[in-house]
């Protein structure tokens, strides 16, 4: 992460802001003004680029809203915890100085008077123009919320919040959902799409799908290349929904 060796190295010349950048500011405590939203370059500092600023509000955001999500029954568990390492090495592939990040901005997170919900919200003003970031989001909570077989009410709780802060329908809600809690028309939702609909509709959506989250428009859209890994296995699920139907359906 270029952004990243920016920070640790004191160079960067930009305050979040709000709640993310309380957290941000406990992390980079040098590089940021947590009272204002204004941005600064001081002499001689490079100031990251709009893609850098939006890769760690996205990284910040990610680790904060998991470790809200995973206080939210009282109790943070091994197996919680051993799923957002596996999100680190194997979904996100972070090294080892941003793992270490990582973890600091979930500890910090965990334990601060802001809520799950003033870091959705802020999540979603930065984001709210790109239904990928937003989706991938849910996607990554959905994930660690799941890692015990089945899905807390409380932490559900927290999840039907966040879809709703990021305009989600119940519909939209319900196809995320059946991607990590199994139905019976689990394929069906990774496509967005109901047994009821026609095989050209289908057809329309995995093409509409596979233009959206293809790693290499992902990475285009300025998500770290950590995160690319993520696209990909959502791609693979894409696709190989899409086969699963086309071979119940007889589809060609």
Known sequence: MGWMGKIVGGTIGFAMGGPLGAVAGAIFGHAYDKSSELEYQPTGKIRLSEGEKAQLTFFVAAFSMLAKLVRADGQVTREELASIEKIMLHDLNLDQQSRRIAVNIFNTA??????????????????????????????????????????????????????????FSEQQYQNIKSRYVSTNDHYYAV???SPDDSDEHIKSRYRKLVREFHPDAIAAKGLPEEFTAFAQEKFHKIQDAYEKIKKQRGMK
């Open 191 to 193: 496509l967005g799409c």
């Open 110 to 167: 965990l334990n601060a008077p802001q809520s799950f919900q003033d870091y959705a919200f802020q999540f979603y003003s930065h984001f709210r123009h790109r239904l990928q970031l937003l989706e991938f989001m849910l996607d990554l909570l959905f994930k660690v919320s799941t890692v015990h077989g089945k899905l807390k009410k409380s932490e559900e709780d927290l999840l039907i919040l966040a879809a709703k802060i990021f305009r």
